[in-house]
């Protein structure tokens, strides 16, 4: 089952690309902040995604938001991913898929690749919107519609 709007997000740990342990706990309570789950680190639409993310991490900040990407791929490739494209948040490496499970993530294309998902929490860890889009640069706008609201 997938979390919904009003759902408050599980607790978790995982490693980020620096290989240390990032523990969700650490933000709830303090600030809002969004979670998106993409496929693969390096592919295009992932690029074009978290570039997205990238350049408006600034505007997610005045939000007082921070931005999460997951993903099954390692901790190294993430750190190469991270460097090569500048990114100025945090990745976690899910390389079960155990994280991706407990938010219900579904898989896209016919049931091939792992989907693209992102959530945007209030700084309790409720869930206040859930999307799921091919389109990655929606993401973007979504969460940041949805944040401007939180803020009012």
């Keep these: 089952m997938s979390l919904q709007p009003g759902n408050t997000i599980p607790f978790f740990r995982l490693k980020d ?16 902040f969004v979670i998106y789950f993409y ?18 991490y600034e505007t997610f900040k005045e939000m007082g938001a921070e931005v999460i990407g997951i993903s099954s791929d390692s901790e190294n490739k993430h750190q190469k991913f991270s460097t090569t494209y500048n990114l100025p948040f945090t990745l976690l490496s899910d390389p079960r898929n155990k994280v991706r499970e407990l938010f219900g993530v579904k898989k896209n294309l016919f049931g091939l690749l792992p989907g693209r998902e992102t959530y945007v929490c209030n700084s309790e860890g409720k869930v206040m919107m859930v999307f799921n889009s091919v389109k990655s640069a ?4 979504k969460a940041l519609t949805i944040l401007k609201n939180i803020k009012k």
């Design 39 to 56: 496929p693969k680190d390096f592919t295009p639409g992932c690029v074009k995604e978290a570039c997205s993310f990238r350049d408006n």
């Design 17 to 32: 690309q620096n290989g240390k342990e990032f523990d969700i706990s650490s933000l709830i309570g303090k600030q809002p």
């Design 138 to 141: 929606a993401h973007i706008e």
